[in-house]
């Protein structure tokens, strides 16, 4: 028998994630991730019935939900921002994190981590597609492929410069590198650094210190992590599940619910 479980779903602009943990030892017992579409509810739905069945449970104890779709969940015990969640997930995976970079389909954040978890201060970037997901999938369309064939293209190449900030202007410069035959290895190493820099000039807004933490659908991308820790001159690390970490914090959060 598994026991009591708490749940924390994140439901996310591109994938609803479903974190179970076990009463006590706070073990991460199941993971599900499910494609948000356009009903979150129902999708993470469907997620949570999924790390339930896998963890033989019948019902999660308490259940704490964060991320853009938080409030599509009337069956949550609470909502949670997702900087909350991703601080809290961060940190228990990483005792020492100080510092905690996540990028995401629609928004990249820097956050200021204290001891236990707590957030200090956050900077974030949700006006421009720049040093997202987002923009990250668009170029990977122009060149007919997904995102973890573009970070794996990228992998050992030169990065080409790529000099614009804003996503439109990016992908025209990108078409025009293309057009003069620019190897589309470097066009897709050098939006990696373009990313890279990108966050590098947001975390320049609070100071960096601790272990320095990448979450994120893009910190599952090995030349991601090198780029940004030469970006940013320090050891970057990443979790096993970097996708999971904001469901994680949920979770944890929701064990602590009294």
């Keep these: 028998m598994v026991g009591r479980v708490y749940a924390g779903i994140d439901a996310g602009s591109a994938a609803v994630k479903a974190v179970l943990v076990r009463e006590g030892t706070l073990e991460v017992v199941a993971r599900s991730m ?40 009337p069956f949550a015990d609470r909502n949670v921002t997702e900087i909350s969640c991703h601080a809290k997930g961060a940190a228990h995976l990483f005792p020492d994190c100080g510092t905690l970079i996540d990028i995401g389909g629609q928004d990249s954040k820097v956050i200021s981590v204290q001891p236990g978890g707590t957030v200090a201060d956050f900077v974030m970037n949700d006006k421009c597609a720049a040093g997202t997901g987002r923009f990250l999938q668009a170029v990977a369309g122009m060149l007919g492929m997904d995102v973890g064939a573009l970070c794996a293209l990228a992998e ?9 900030m804003c996503a439109v202007f990016a992908e025209t410069e990108i078409v025009g590198l293309l057009a003069r035959g620019t190897a589309p290895g470097a066009v897709a190493a050098g939006v990696l650094r373009a990313i890279a820099r990108r966050i590098h000039a947001l975390a ?35 979790p096993d599940y970097p996708q999971y970490t904001g469901a994680l914090g949920a979770a944890l959060l929701a064990a602590r619910l009294r």
Excluded: D
């Excluded at 050992?156 to 614009?164: D, F, L």
């Design 156 to 164: 050992g190449q030169v990065p080409c410069a790529i000099t614009s």
């Design 34 to 73: 499910l494609p948000t579409g356009w009903n979150s509810r129902e999708s993470g739905e469907k997620a949570l019935a999924a790390v339930l069945e896998h963890a033989g449970a019948g019902s999660a104890t308490r259940i704490v939900a964060t991320g853009y779709g938080r409030v599509a969940f």
């Design 204 to 238: 320049a807004r609070i100071p960096l210190r601790g272990e320095c933490v990448f979450t994120g659908g893009l910190a599952a991308s090995p030349a991601c992590g090198r780029m940004l820790s030469q970006a940013l001159g320090v050891e970057v690390k990443t």
